[in-house]
C-alpha cells in the first residue's frame, strides 16, 4: 500500500499528489513514468513522475481528471492509500552536452516538462521554459518553472496570462531573435509536439518528444503503447517515452488516440463514485 502524503489542487480540473514511495523515489530519473491502481478492481493507469524526492522517499504525480479512474484518484485525500504504486518504469531521458535548451510544456504537459528543466538546470544548461495553456485559470507550475530556469514563457490562447498564442510563437520568435538551442523538449498534446517538431525540423535542432499512448501492462508484452519512429515500431513504454521528434509518425498516434475516446466517456458517465460523492460525470 502507498500512502498519499500531500494533496494540492493546482486548478479545477488538475491535482498533485505526493505519494510515499521511497524504492521508487530513490532510483527515479526525469522522462520516466509509474502505473498506479487504486484497488484491486481498478485500471492500471500510467502517469508520467513529475518529481521525487529521495531523501523523503515521495514520488510527485500530477494528473487532470478526465476519465472513471483520474477521477477516483482524484477523490482521495491525504492519509488514504493506493494498492499498487509501481516503477520507475521507461527510459530515463539523456540529454548529452547541452549548453543551452527550450523546454515546451503545453497544458498538463508542463508537469512532464517540469523535471526535465529541472535536470538540465542541475546539470548547468541554460533553460528557456515555454509553458502553454487555455487561459489563466489552467496555468500550473509557473512558480517551479522559474525556479529551475534561466527565462519562463508562458502563453496562453486567449491572452488572459502572459502573451496570447501558441507555444510555438515564442519558440520560432526565440529562434529567429538568435537562440542557439542545442536540444528541445516539447511535452504535452499531440498536435503540440508535431507542430513544435516541425517547426525545429528545418533548423536542425534535435527535438525530444513524450509520447504517452494507451499503456497496460508497461512492459513491453501487451504492445498497446506501439508507436511508429523513423518507420519502426517502437513500445513507449519499454523505448521510450522519449523519441526523436523529428521521426515520429504523429498522425498515425493520433488516429489511434481517438480510438477509445466514446468508450471513455461511456465509463465515466456511468461511473458512480464510491466515496459516498455524487455519480462522476
Known sequence: MFEIVKKRILNSQVKLMDIYAPHIAKKAEPGQFIIFRINENSERVPLTIADF????????????????????????????????????????SD????????????????????PQAKKLNSLGTEVHSIIGFRNKDLVILEEEMNAVSDKVFVTTDDGSNGTKGFVTDILKKLIEEGNEYDLVIAMGPLIMMKTVSNLTKPYNIKTIVSMNPIMIDGTGMCGGCRVTVGGEIKFACVDGPDFDGHKVDFDEAMQRQNMYKKLETKAAKQHKCKLGGDDHA
Not at 53 to 80: P, Y
Open 53 to 92: 524526492d529521495g531523501e523523503k522517499g515521495t514520488v510527485t504525480i500530477i494528473f487532470q481528471e478526465v476519465g472513471k479512474t483520474t477521477k477516483e484518484l482524484g477523490a482521495l485525500n491525504e492519509g488514504d492509500f493506493l494498492l499498487d504504486f509501481v516503477g520507475p518504469l521507461g527510459v530515463a
Open 95 to 114: 540529454f548529452g552536452n547541452v549548453k543551452k535548451a527550450a523546454v515546451i510544456g503545453g497544458g498538463l504537459g508542463a508537469a512532464i516538462a517540469y
